[in-house]
């Protein structure tokens, strides 16, 4: 059963930063296309951010130019750094895999208020 342990969310003024950690227990990580999600209330989950197994990235239009998604595959931890958040980016985030995904973890709380 592979885990998925998300962290690196808190409290944060628009305009400021903060980077997410996703640790994943498998040891061929580095095979896989990994993804951030994120979850507002109320809304469906949608996707963040990709970054490919050869470290192709894709980005959602909202965070295009302000998100960048990385990976160490030394570690099997894929990364999210998000610059000039807006109260708009306040959701969970969660890491997973390309599809078939695997069982969704925690997720990490990130709002962006004043």
């Known amino acids: 059963q592979v885990q998925l342990v998300e962290s690196g969310g808190g409290l944060v003024q628009p305009g400021g930063s903060l980077r997410l950690s996703c640790a994943v227990s498998v040891s061929i990580f580095r095979i896989f296309a990994m993804d951030w999600y994120r979850q507002a209330p109320g809304k469906q989950r949608e996707l963040v951010a990709r970054?490919?197994?050869?470290?192709?990235?894709y980005y959602a239009d909202v965070v295009k130019g302000r998100f960048t998604i990385s990976r160490d595959n030394a570690e099997n931890t894929v990364y999210l750094q998000m610059n000039s958040l807006k109260a708009e980016d306040t959701a969970v985030y969660y890491c997973?895999?390309?599809?078939?995904?695997?069982?969704w973890g925690q997720g990490t709380q990130v709002t962006v208020s004043s």
């Open positions: 970054i490919t197994s050869g470290g192709s990235t």
């Open positions: 997973n895999k390309d599809a078939p995904i695997w069982n």
